[in-house]
């Protein structure tokens, strides 16, 4: 079965700092797509960027990176230069094949709180 | 910024009740997710479409939800008899393909009291 893991709960950082949010997954699937999202206090989730397992490159939106470690299976988000409106709740998550029906499996969550 | 349309955001039900909640999917997008968030951010798959067809729905929605996404009106996800633990954020989502990025509504928080 295909899981997504992250294992920080909480992160705190200063503005204009840059911050990195770890997640692993696991599956069978020798092609896959990986997304990571944020949602806000409001609860509106919002799609950050995403990465294919075939593309080498990591993803770059904006502020948003990724650190795409194949081998260990791991998709970090990097934010660089972080605002206080970047607080939110950072899900990555992963599509799932066929077999799945292509549902998208989250992760736990990572509180990111950026201070003044 | 996402163009799913959810309604009503809020929803407030006795145990017992039907609760019935609307999405607007992004346009041209064929396939439709619903998911149920509860108070600790776990995410639960309950149903998904291509078109108007059902591509796999949990037990859960076998038994007491119901949902549909007729052609040309919104989809609709129902519960037949709402249970307290089905308090929770009901998210709709829609995408262009089966593996692109998946486009999220405010959601519909229901509350059964």
């Known amino acids: 079965a295909q899981k997504v893991t992250q294992t920080q709960t909480s992160i705190s950082v200063m503005e204009k700092t840059t911050v990195t949010m770890d997640c692993v997954y696991e599956?069978?699937?020798?092609?896959?797509?990986l997304f990571w999202y944020k949602q806000t206090a409001s609860g509106e989730i919002v799609f950050l960027i995403r990465q294919d397992s075939y593309k080498k490159e990591n993803a770059t939106v904006g502020h948003y990176s990724l650190n795409f470690q194949k081998p260990k299976s791991s998709i970090g988000l990097i934010i660089t230069a972080t605002q206080i409106e970047d607080s939110a709740v950072y899900f990555c998550?992963?599509?799932?094949?066929?077999?799945?029906?292509?549902?998208?499996?989250f992760g736990s969550g990572t509180q990111l709180t950026v201070m003044p | 910024n996402s163009k799913v349309i959810q309604t009503p955001r809020y929803l407030v039900k006795g145990q017992g009740q039907k609760a019935k909640m609307r999405c607007i999917p992004e346009?041209?997008?064929?396939?439709v997710f619903w998911y149920q968030q509860n108070k600790n951010n776990e995410f639960k798959f309950l149903i998904n479409?291509?078109?108007?067809?059902?591509?796999?729905q949990i037990d859960m929605t076998e038994k007491r939800f119901s949902a549909e996404c007729p052609s040309n009106s919104p989809c609709s996800l129902e519960i037949q008899s709402s249970e307290a633990g089905d308090s929770a954020l009901y998210l709709c989502?829609?995408?262009?393909?089966?593996?692109?990025?998946?486009?999220f509504g405010k959601g519909t928080r229901l509350t059964v009291v």
């Open positions: 599956t069978q699937d020798s092609s896959y797509f």
């Open positions: 998550a992963m599509r799932e094949g066929p077999s799945g029906s292509w549902q998208l499996i």
């Open positions: 479409f291509q078109n108007q067809e059902v591509l796999q």
């Open positions: 346009k041209g997008h064929p396939v």
């Open positions: 989502a829609s995408s262009l393909t089966v593996n692109t990025e998946v486009f």
